[in-house]
């Protein structure tokens, strides 16, 4: 892993500046924060989930996410994990956008930082609920 460059804002700021995009639906922002070769991975069992490379891999995880659900992502705790990983923890909550079916998920995602730039982003999120939202079957086990 290259030394970051002093000018370089640090992984904690650059997981805070990606949650407070989010937060503002700023597509600018997040591109800006965004590798152009960032990695991602989210929980296979969602209907969105999977690998996503590239900035347009970025883009649509974004498109495939909200094309199923209208969520909010609230982040509980950041911890640091080394020098160019961060965690956070917390949870989404939202709707299924076909069906209206609520949901409230836990979320760990882990994020890696090179140089001031988001290059890795791992979703692991609780599938169950965010699906049943999707599928319209919350509380039908």
Do not use: C, W
Not at 7 to 27: F, G, N, Q, T
Not at 36 to 61: K, N
Request: charged share 25%; proline share 5%.
């Amino acid at each position: 892993m290259a030394e970051p460059t002093p000018s370089a804002p640090s992984p904690r700021h650059v997981a805070e500046s990606l949650y407070a995009a989010l937060l503002r639906s700023d597509r600018e922002a997040l591109v800006a924060i965004a590798s152009p070769d960032i990695r991602i991975h989210v929980t296979e069992d969602l209907a969105y989930g999977g690998d996503y490379s590239g900035l347009p891999g970025f883009a649509a995880l974004f498109k495939n996410t909200f094309d199923l659900i209208e969520s909010r992502v609230e982040i509980e705790r950041f911890f640091e994990a080394g020098s160019d990983t961060v965690v956070a923890v917390g949870r989404t909550r939202g709707t299924g956008r076909a069906t209206g079916t609520r949901f409230d998920a836990a979320i760990v995602h882990v994020l890696t930082v090179e140089d001031g730039l988001l290059v890795g982003f791992d979703a692991f999120v609780e599938d169950r609920p965010i699906t049943a939202a999707i599928q319209g079957t919350a509380g039908q086990d």
